[in-house]
Each structure stands twice: as C-alpha cells, then as structure tokens.
C-alpha cells in the first residue's frame, strides 16, 4: 500500500455516507463480522464484489466504485494468520474488479494491461481498505 505524503495540514472534514462504507471486524475469537453480520471468510470475496460494484443499484451499497470504502477492523486478540486471510480475500476482491474491468475495457488480463491503462482502471475502482485502530481484546 502506498501512503499519503504526510501533511500537517487538517485535512477538511468530509462526512461519509454509511451505505459507502463496507464494514468488516474480526473480533478476539477470529471470527468475521461482515455489516453486522457472522460471515466466513470464504464468502468475504463475493461480499466485497458487490459492495464496490453495486450491480443492482441498491441503495444499501456503495453509491460508485470511487464512493467505496472498505473499513477492516481487528481486536487486538486476532490471529495474524487470519487478519492475513481477511485482508488477502479483500484485495483479491480488488483484483477479480479490475480483472473483469480489464478484460471488459481492453479485452487483456489487468496484468498484462500497460501502466497507463491500468491506472485508468484504478481511476474508477479505486482500493480504498481503511484500517481501523484495533480494540482493546474482547471489546469486539
């Protein structure tokens, strides 16, 4: 992941709104929490599809791809073998986009797409995963 030069400008205050935020928590007992809701981390990739693409237009999802914020957070209880697999089956989310995007747009896998393309593509499908300071154990 590539960083923000740092600033000590306040950045402006700007609120979210809630149906633009996909929220995933892994609690103490490494178990996921996907929107509230006990999900398996095998179904985390699929999840996370449809809240950044937003194929129904549902007004409980991501209003566009550039709108979509994935929110991760962890106790401090957690696994790092599963954070790993939470965090890996978020960015594969990313990739499956921008693959499908690629092979839609220029007809070549995103890999074999060159550097300008690619970021066109990351223009409209930007990966946003904001990490949230982890909670004290068992708070989750």
């Known amino acids: ?3 923000p030069p740092w600033s000590d400008v306040e950045p402006p205050s700007s609120e979210i709104a ?3 935020i996909f929220r995933v928590v892994v609690n103490a007992e490494n178990q996921l929490l996907v929107e509230g809701e006990r999900a398996k981390v095998g179904d985390l990739k699929s999840k996370t599809i449809e809240f950044i693409t937003n194929p129904n237009q549902s007004k409980d999802l991501a209003k566009s791809p550039k709108n979509a914020i994935v929110s991760l957070q962890n106790d401090r209880g957690t696994s790092y073998e599963t ?3 939470v965090y890996n089956e978020l960015k594969a989310a990313y990739n499956q986009v921008w693959n499908e995007e690629a092979q839609a747009r220029f007809g070549y896998r995103y890999k074999d797409l060159q550097r300008t393309e690619q970021k066109l593509i990351q223009k409209d ?3 946003v995963i904001s990490e949230a300071e982890p909670s004290v154990y068992g708070s989750l």
Do not use: A, D, E, V
């Open 125 to 127: 499908f930007p990966l």
């Open 18 to 20: 809630s149906r633009n």
């Open 1 to 3: 992941m590539k960083l």
């Open 83 to 85: 954070y790993l697999s």
